[in-house]
Nanobody, 123 residues
Framework: QVQLVESGGGLVQAGDSLRLSCAASGRTFSNYPAGWFRQAPGKEREFVAAIRGANTYYADSVKGRFTFSRDNAKNTVYLQMNSLKPEDTGVYYC??????????????????WGQGTQVTVSS
C-alpha cells in the first residue's frame, strides 16, 4: 500500500510559479509510474503530467510550462509549474501505481491517490 500526500499549492498571480510535491509513504515507490491530475470547479478531473521510467508526458495545455521530476531518495515527486495561467486553477492530485499501461493519461490506470492540493491563479 502507498499513501500519497501533496503539498505546495496556494494562491498566486498569473505568470508566477509554484512547485507541488507529492510524498509517498508505506512503501518505496521510487520506480513506480506517477501522474498529476487536476480538477477545476464544475469540471471533470483531467490529466496534467505523468512519469514512467525515464519518460515524462504532458497535457498539451501545460507542455513547455510544467516539469515533472522525482527524487527517489526522498520518495517524492514534484510538479514545477511556471508561467501559471488562471485556467490552471484547480485541485491538483498526485497518483501512482505499481504499473501503468500506455494509457498514462487515464485515471483508471492509477491505484493510489493523494487528497489533493488547491492551486488558484488570479488574473
Amino acid at each position: 500500500q502507498v499513501q500519497l500526500v501533496e503539498s505546495g499549492g496556494g494562491l498566486v498571480q498569473a505568470g508566477d510559479s509554484l512547485r507541488l510535491s507529492c510524498a509517498a509513504s508505506g512503501r518505496t515507490f521510487s520506480n513506480y509510474p506517477a501522474g498529476w491530475f487536476r480538477q477545476a470547479p464544475g469540471k471533470e478531473r483531467e490529466f496534467v503530467a505523468a512519469i514512467r521510467g525515464a519518460n515524462t508526458y504532458y497535457a498539451d495545455s501545460v507542455k513547455g510550462r510544467f516539469t515533472f521530476s522525482r527524487d527517489n531518495a526522498k520518495n517524492t515527486v514534484y510538479l514545477q509549474m511556471n508561467s501559471l495561467k488562471p485556467e490552471d486553477t484547480g485541485v491538483y492530485y498526485c497518483a501512482s501505481s505499481a504499473y501503468i499501461g500506455r494509457d498514462y493519461f487515464s485515471m483508471g490506470e492509477y491505484v493510489y491517490w493523494g487528497q489533493g492540493t488547491q492551486v488558484t491563479v488570479s488574473s
